[in-house]
């Protein structure tokens, strides 16, 4: 019998899993998929010699993790590779915003849509510059983050610390106006907060933008050395070098409760693995209270705060293997990681606003990823290894284009969506379409069928906005990875901090977990002193 069973070999499973291990837990790491890796998988199924990411591609938030630095994936095989650009935002006439490690070049690439937007993006940087390290502090240890938020409240204290509160929930349009003349700063704060759900009108999406924004100045975009697959095969090789155990094709369909304690899971096959101290779920929110537990053994409050429970866009991706570079209009774009694509802030809003509606969007904001560029060993010299995703509705109730798309992503609406995608790049690449030597579509149902927590091709575990965040996620008056039930703890995307590959919900779980068990035993210790206190006493 294990000390700990974790549902799901994603990578907040896996960090769960291997802090567990450290302390000496036996832990034994259930998975769904014949593979591990949940959302971080490669493959090489496109065309041969290309390696294509299936779901996720780029880390910043990886690289910035005290969490997964801790683990020192380096010993287990784990390399990192940058672009010569982090991110680049084109515009038709051949304007391109650079978002690079190096802030001078960042700087520099916004003077050109107006003088002095350099120096304002220096000083949005010199804010974060010298509060980095407490954001980052606050932002992976559980919520509420007491000894972090402490120690940044008195550094802010004053009208300082108001202001940069006030920065933090503007909406990013916002933002963008108030400290940008040009539209460069503007697109980078924008596009970089439509990573996640958030349209440039929506409260808090400047905080995110700009987060986003000075992860990437500051840790860049990086992508793990010969495929995405290579970080989990790293955090696997160190769980199995602890003595723990990975198991694939085990679909985890109950968590077993006993007098309102975890002690086990059962799968689908019938097995019942017994837990002996605890059950990490790295699942998806609806899943855990939805499906794995048996609604009697959750309060009334919860079941109902679940019916409200949002999740974010759907992703609709394409692969692709290209036959050389990308034609880029605007130079600057070839040397960018990760590529934004759309024709302006406006057009970023109709985007959004489209969704909003439930509509299909007819020219969808792309995030385009050159990985040859990023990482040399992706495809064959002279070639490029690409792709693009873009968000769709979970309910598509119209089509914003012309081709009728309902949202049954059958074999003709993949490909008229895929084709919608390539006419977008085609916009700012000219050309670009007649590269394509293979593509692979990835529509929001084939994303689950390959990953069940990323329902409906949602990518981060539950929306990112403001009334699911912190103490409201994943449902109000939570924020932390405990559950209503003993000995159960919520360890993936859909617990504080949310999305984004760094480990920190699977550490808070394992953390929690590992304190629970302490504060068990000193209960206990407790009670034997007690005991043999009174013994004495009659004696």
Not at 97 to 112: E, F, I, N, Q
Not at 227 to 254: K, M, N, Y
Not at 437 to 443: E, K, V
Request: glycine share 12%.
């Amino acid at each position: 019998m294990p000390d700990a069973v974790v549902i799901g070999s994603g990578p907040n499973g896996l960090v769960a899993a291997n802090l567990l291990a450290d302390e000496g837990w036996s832990v034994e790491v259930l998975e769904e998929q014949p593979e591990p890796g949940g959302a971080v998988r490669h493959d090489g199924e496109v065309a041969p010699g290309f390696v294509n990411d299936l779901f996720s591609s780029f880390y910043p938030l990886a690289a910035a993790s005290p969490v997964l630095s801790g683990l020192h994936l380096e010993k287990h095989g784990l390399r990192w590779a940058h672009a010569p650009h982090v991110l680049a935002h084109p515009l038709i006439d051949g304007t391109c915003a650079v978002l690079d490690r190096d802030v001078g070049t960042t700087a520099a690439s916004l003077d050109v849509f107006a003088p002095g937007d350099g120096a304002a993006w220096q000083r949005l940087h010199d804010v974060w510059d010298r509060y980095r390290a407490d954001i980052l502090d606050a932002l992976f240890t559980p919520f509420p983050p007491v000894k972090a938020a402490a120690r940044l409240a008195l550094r802010l204290r004053g009208a300082g610390g108001l202001r940069l509160a006030r920065t933090l929930v503007l909406p990013v349009r916002r933002l963008g106006e108030e400290e940008f003349r040009g539209e460069g700063g503007r697109l980078l704060l924008a596009g970089n907060a439509l990573h996640a759900d958030l349209a440039p009108e929506a409260a808090g999406s400047g905080g995110f933008g700009w987060l986003m924004s000075m992860l990437g100045q500051t840790y860049g975009f990086p992508v793990p050395v010969g495929g995405s697959g290579a970080l989990t095969e790293a955090l696997v090789r160190r769980l199995r070098s602890l003595g723990g155990t990975l198991r694939c094709g085990q679909r985890v369909d109950r968590v077993v409760v006993r007098d309102r304690r975890a002690v086990g899971v059962r799968t689908a096959g019938g097995e019942t693995i017994a837990a002996r101290r605890a059950v990490l779920a790295n699942v998806s929110v609806p899943a855990l209270y939805g499906t794995l537990v048996d609604p009697a053994d959750l309060p009334g409050q919860v079941l109902a705060d679940l019916e409200r429970f949002q999740w974010d866009f759907a992703t609709f991706k394409v692969d692709w293997a290209l036959s050389g570079p990308v034609p880029w209009q605007c130079d600057r774009a070839a040397g960018a990681g990760t590529v934004h694509l759309s024709d302006g802030l406006d057009e970023l809003t109709r985007f959004a606003a489209q969704i909003a509606m439930r509509q299909v969007p007819d020219r969808p904001f792309t995030l385009f990823g050159q990985m040859t560029t990023s990482d040399r060993s992706r495809s064959p010299e002279g070639t490029e290894s690409a792709w693009a995703y873009t968000h769709v509705p979970q309910d598509i109730r119209a089509d914003a284009g012309e081709e009728g798309i309902t949202g049954s992503w059958d074999a003709r609406e993949q490909e008229l969506m895929a084709d919608r995608v390539e006419r977008q790049v085609e916009r700012f690449a000219p050309g670009f379409r007649s590269l394509v030597r293979a593509r692979r579509i990835l529509a929001p149902p084939t994303l689950q069928s390959m990953d069940a927590n990323l329902h409906g091709g949602a990518i981060n575990g539950g929306t990112t906005a403001m009334h699911q965040q912190l103490f409201f996620r994943p449902v109000p008056g939570t924020g932390r990875p405990e559950t209503p039930v003993a000995g159960l703890y919520l360890a993936s995307a859909g617990a504080h901090p949310g999305g984004g590959v760094h480990g920190a919900p699977g550490a808070n779980a394992a953390r929690a977990a590992l304190r629970q068990h302490r504060l068990a035993g000193l209960t206990r210790v407790q009670r034997v002193l007690t005991r043999r206190d009174r013994t004495g006493d009659r004696r």
